[in-house]
């Protein structure tokens, strides 16, 4: 099975000033197409420095795919950067140069000379034609290996993706195998304590499961390689089977799934309105159901932090003004070394309260607070019949 690698190009992405979703998209790609994807990084615009993460990458890797670069600027350099890797000249292609002019001409607009580099590529190399943009992208094999360089302009990258790169790798490495991946999502528990549960599980070969940590959420990730989809499906059902009987209900959803999404589901099936309370929180809280329909909850951000005697009585007030079925008020008191969080939820049958100690960073404490605080709201409906 071929081995995959990533490079991202451009200085701006070294800056912080853009996000590399190229590199996210293209790791989902190589994922679904059953290629292993061991490396990314990225690197600035300077031609020898991509030349040095290029060699890099043909040590160790069978697939590098690039992307940016190769537009008509100055720094632009891609093109004679893979040159220099692979200790080839740059190729002028009068085909090229004809099919920029005709793509700027549809636009009644004549390419100044700057883009007549981009009808230059390495010595042997393919290319890649771009039908929606004015790079010309290519590929230039080594031997069993290969570069691939394509647009940094995610539209054009994602349809050159598709269109060419993807049946281009499948039928040179002959890849017959799919990966699929799966997500469960946890919250209101440590990662310590989900690691305890599911240490022998984490080391499996195939299926993998892996485990990210969030402030106040706990996803796992399962993935499997196989040799249709159907068997990788079935490889991940079994294990998220084991998963589910070591973890029960700590588990409140799959993949993109949401806390505010699984609550307001519960909710929906009773025919409930939620009211919220927050303090604290920034409107973390709020904003978890910003997409709700407004006739399925009421929500407040209040001005000033209620003690932990006053917040069950708010919870009761509000649930009464907003004449909802159930009331969560969570109130979030920071301070340092150590902030802590009151909950109060008020549900048909009684009022519940929780106190919880937080020392993780300020910043971090409203999202803890709203996942820890949904959590809470989420395993009282699962324990309240009515």
Not at 166 to 192: C, D, M, N, W
Not at 308 to 325: D, G, M, T
Request: hydrophobic share 40%.
């Amino acid at each position: 099975m071929p081995k995959a690698e990533i490079l991202t190009i451009g200085t701006e992405l070294l800056l912080g000033e853009i996000l590399d979703s190229n590199a996210q998209y293209l790791a989902r790609q190589l994922r679904d197409a059953g290629i292993d994807l061991y490396w990314t990084s990225t690197v600035g615009d300077n031609e020898a420095r991509i030349a040095d993460a290029a060699n890099l990458a043909l040590t160790r890797s069978d697939i590098l795919i690039c992307t940016g670069g190769l537009g008509p600027t100055i720094d632009d350099v891609t093109r004679e950067a893979i040159s220099l890797a692979i200790n080839v000249q740059l190729e002028y292609r009068e085909d090229l140069w004809q099919q920029i002019r005709e793509r700027f001409s549809r636009f009644g607009r004549e390419p100044s000379e700057n883009n007549k580099r981009q009808a230059y590529i390495p010595a042997g190399a393919e290319v890649i034609e771009n039908p929606i943009g004015s790079a010309p992208a290519f590929f230039v094999e080594i031997k069993d290996q290969v570069i691939i360089a394509l647009p940094g302009v995610p539209k054009e990258m994602a349809r050159l993706m598709q269109d060419s790169v993807l049946p281009y790798l499948s039928k040179k490495f002959s890849i017959s195998s799919v990966i699929h991946s799966r997500i469960l999502r946890t919250a209101g528990v440590g990662e310590s304590l989900i690691d305890e549960k599911i240490a022998d599980l984490e080391k499996s070969q195939n299926p993998t499961l892996g485990i990210a940590a969030h402030p106040g959420s706990v996803d796992l990730r399962l993935t499997a390689k196989a040799s249709s989809h159907g068997e990788a499906d079935e490889m991940l059902n079994n294990l998220e089977n084991s998963v589910r009987e070591r973890l029960g209900d700590w588990i409140f959803g799959v993949d993109d799934q949401t806390l505010a999404e699984v609550i307001l589901e519960k909710l929906v099936t009773r025919n409930w309105k939620l009211a919220l309370l927050e303090a604290g929180l920034v409107g973390t809280l709020l904003n978890a159901f910003g997409h709700a329909d407004k006739s399925l909850f009421s929500g407040e951000e209040l001005a000033d932090i209620p003690t932990v005697e006053e917040l069950p009585q708010l919870a009761v007030n509000f649930a009464r003004e907003a004449k909802a079925n159930v009331c969560l008020a969570a109130s979030l008191h920071s301070s340092d070394p150590e902030s802590e969080l009151h909950v109060a939820i008020n549900m048909p049958d009684k009022i519940h309260q929780y106190a919880f100690p937080f020392g993780g960073a300020n910043e971090l404490g409203p999202e803890w607070a709203a996942n820890q605080s949904l959590s809470l709201l989420r395993r009282s409906l699962l324990k309240t019949s009515t």
